[in-house]
C-alpha cells in the first residue's frame, strides 16, 4: 500500500495574511523557521497540535490548511 500525501497551502495563506515570513509564523506557533520551511515543502508532517496552532493562526479550519491526498 503506498502512503498519501499531506500538502498544506500555509505558503498561500501566509501571503494572504500581510505577507507574513516563515519566521512571525514559527514565533507564533512556538517552532523555528526551519521546521515552518520544512512543512511548507512537504518534507515534514507537522504534529496533530502544530497543525491546529498554524490553522488557528490562519483562523482557518484544519482542512482548509493541511490536505490529505490519499
Known amino acids: 500500500m503506498e502512503d498519501g500525501q499531506i500538502v498544506n ?3 498561500k495563506l501566509r501571503f494572504m495574511h500581510g505577507e507574513m515570513t516563515q519566521a512571525e509564523l514559527a514565533e507564533k506557533v512556538g517552532v523555528t523557521r526551519q521546521t515552518i520551511n520544512a512543512i511548507e515543502a ?3 508532517s507537522p504534529s496533530l497540535e502544530l497543525a491546529f496552532k498554524i ?3 490562519f483562523d482557518r479550519p484544519l482542512e482548509e490548511v493541511f490536505i490529505y491526498k490519499g
Open 42 to 44: 512537504a518534507k515534514y
Open 55 to 57: 490553522a488557528a493562526v
Open 9 to 11: 497551502q500555509i505558503r
